[in-house]
């Protein structure tokens, strides 16, 4: 599979591939005899013709640029954008650089919406670009920079926290990376911040300066295609202008145009360090009055602000406009901490970076299909039912000494206070005290430790469910590396579904059976009969149990109101023992350990659940890296 990544710029566009497989670079692809082609589009006799082809030959109709920077705000330029891209589809598979298998990966403004994204990318595949996949700029930036070895960055630098700045044509983008990983990167930026802003402003001083001024203004007004002409004669300008900067202190570029409308008209475009002060410095209505400095200085002071709480060691800046000088200067200025690099082929970093997204993304869904698909609840649920014998003694063991402290504890002493009235009263109140305690953060807290290292101790079994996927798909094993433990709180079955199950029920009837019987001494009378009165009620109640049988006489006795003289004793020693504990916990762990019964297969059912979205996530989180 080859994945062509397909820079569709505001000013310029270039085009990259990238082969599946191969351990070679994204290699730049020509489109009209071009590499970094001029966005420019025409007809010629009918046929498209982009880049310099549509000016140099003869003037096409229709000629037009800066199209894509219109895109959110004029529908008009959406025909442009479709011819354009129809244009150099028809270019790469007539030279057969491109077929119709080949993944296209196309790039958009970090700052467009999702609405946006998704209106452009239907744009483009009315055009005949095959199911594209839409990324933004300053996200494809950023890959090309961590993959790219042409970038040679120290790896343990962008490994921290980076900020990638790529100025085009007609937007400023940012990708923060703040933990080397792609999945760390946040993006946002300026969308009507670019070096076009300069072509548009050098024109047009050029036409106020003109002798023909008025016809200048007339044909700029009626005649799209020598409107976009001069704006283009107005970039070549702008570009050799900063390109001899870095050689020369004052360069002056100068170019006279012949304009054929109407007549003919001729137009100057000059451009000097006066002149580009000026152009840097005057208010421009594209930008609400701000010079293109001032906003440039906001834009990156804003991009500070967001990433002032782990600020980035290094500012690569990339794309066409980051030629400038200044643009270099004005981020030293605000990431001062920052070591700044340019890109050494900024022209064409974003094509290549969206080549390597091609292949991530669709390697990662892929991945990530198959993490979803083969980690299922079966094999989870296997792996969980071999290791309950684990985990179901602690928590008996952990839930026994909780009721018994949060429970039986303080209502025995309620009863001995006379604030519990009869043994049914007692009764009922410890059932719906337990079911309480049960269903509160406590139980949380006491279990939290058990199933941790309950979780420990599947660690390796499930991650040998992983493994074979990540070598399948090429992804390191150290990206899956799995956490149980760390993660016990999101995967820890949820205790409200669990005392909701009938067997926890049972096992809290049993619990209260245990108290009941102590409180009645077994055989239902010792508590009554302790003490010499109370050998004369045990007499009475022996007779009475005689001619009516135990079960009534029990039920009567948990009706009746025993006095606070009786209720001494040895009773909460009784009940607060560890016979009692001992009895509570057993009466537990035997309904827990019930083979396949409701609470098992819930618990089961609920750690699945929970370790398959815990795996996914990971698998959202993985990367991979290339070459």
């Known amino acids: 599979m080859r994945y062509i990544g397909f820079d569709l710029g505001d000013g310029e566009s270039a085009v990259a591939a990238y082969e599946q497989g191969s351990g070679i670079e994204p290699v730049i692809l020509p489109v009209a005899g071009a590499r970094s082609l001029l966005s420019a589009v025409g007809l010629l006799n009918g046929e498209i013709v982009v880049g310099e082809r549509a000016y140099t030959d003869a003037l096409a109709d229709r000629l037009s640029v800066r199209f894509k920077s219109r895109f959110s705000t004029d529908p008009a330029s959406h025909d442009d954008l479709a011819l354009f891209a129809r244009g150099v589809l028809a270019d790469l598979y007539q030279s057969g650089s491109a077929g119709p298998d080949d993944c296209f990966v196309v790039g958009c403004p970090a700052g467009w919406s999702a609405a946006s994204r998704a209106r452009y990318r239907e744009l483009l595949q009315s055009a005949g670009v095959p199911l594209p996949q839409v990324i933004s700029e300053s ?36 990708a923060y990376i703040v933990d080397g990983r792609e999945t760390g990167v946040g993006t946002f930026g300026e969308n009507n911040l670019g070096g076009g802003l300069l072509d548009a402003a050098l024109l047009r001083r050029a036409v106020e300066r003109s002798p023909q001024r008025d016809l200048l203004r007339r044909v700029l007004a009626h005649s799209r295609s020598w409107h976009s002409y001069l704006e283009i004669q107005a970039r070549r300008v ?28 001729r137009l100057t475009l000059t451009l000097d360090p006066q002149e580009a002060e000026t152009l840097m410095q005057e208010p421009l209505e ?51 901490a920052a070591v700044v690099v340019s890109c050494p082929e900024p022209e064409f970093s974003i094509a ?32 969980a039912r071999r290791a309950l014998n684990q985990l179901l003694p602690g928590v008996a063991d952990a839930l026994a000494g909780l009721l018994m402290e949060e429970a039986v504890a303080p209502l025995t002493q309620a009863w001995k206070r006379g604030a519990i009235g009869t043994l049914g009263e007692l009764n009922d109140r410890l059932a719906q005290r337990m079911r309480q305690v049960l269903a509160s953060p406590l139980t949380e807290r006491v279990l939290a430790p058990v199933i941790a290292e309950w979780l420990k101790g599947m660690d390796e079994e499930l991650q040998e469910l992983v493994n074979p996927i990540c ?3 090429d992804v390191p094993r150290r990206e899956m590396k799995l956490n149980l433990a760390a993660g016990a709180s999101a995967l820890a079955p949820s205790v409200q579904g669990v005392v909701s199950l009938s067997p926890v029920g049972a096992a809290l009837g049993a619990v209260v059976s245990v108290v009941t019987a102590v409180l009645c001494g077994g055989g239902g009378v010792a508590l009554i009969a302790a003490g010499p009165v109370g050998m004369l009620a045990g007499l009475v109640l022996g007779a009475v149990a005689s001619a009516l049988g135990w079960g009534p006489v029990n039920a009567a006795l948990m009706r ?12 909460e020693k009784r009940l607060t023992g560890d016979t009692v504990r001992a009895r509570i916990r057993e009466a537990l762990r035997r309904e827990l350990q ?10 089961v059912e609920g750690f699945s659940k929970a370790f398959r979205a815990y795996v996914y996530g990971v698998a959202q989180a993985a990367e991979i890296p290339i070459g």
């Not at 950023?142 to 921290?160: G, P, W």
């Not at 030629?323 to 270099?328: A, G, H, N, Q, T």
């Not at 991945?367 to 698909?373: D, Q």
């Not at 019930?594 to 618990?603: A, R, Y």
């Open 139 to 174: 996200r494809a930036a950023f890959l090309y920079a961590k993959y790219a070895r042409t970038v040679a960055l120290d790896v343990d630098v962008i490994n921290q926290c980076a900020l990638v700045v790529d100025i085009g044509s007609s937007t400023l983008d940012f």
């Open 238 to 265: 702008k570009e050799e202008y900063f390109s001899r900067l870095h050689d020369e202190q004052a360069p002056v570029v100068r170019r006279q145009v012949r304009v054929c409308y109407d007549g003919v008209q």
């Open 286 to 336: 594209e930008l609400d009055g701000r010079s293109f400095v001032s906003a440039l200085k906001e834009a990156l002071a804003q991009a500070a602000r967001l990433t002032s709480d782990e600020p980035p060691r290094l500012v690569l800046i990339t794309g066409g406009a980051s030629r400038m000088p200044l643009f270099r200067e004005l981020c030293q200025e605000a990431f001062e």
């Open 352 to 383: 290549k970076g969206l080549a390597y997204a091609g292949w991530i993304d669709e390697n990662l869904r892929a991945f990530r299909a198959a993490v979803r698909e083969e980690i299922t609840d079966a094999r989870v649920g296997g792996v």
């Open 471 to 473: 070598d399948r798909y």
């Open 560 to 571: 009746v109101h025993v006095p606070l003289l009786l209720r001494h004793g040895l009773l």
């Open 594 to 603: 019930g083979e396949n019964g409701p609470f098992q297969t819930q618990l």
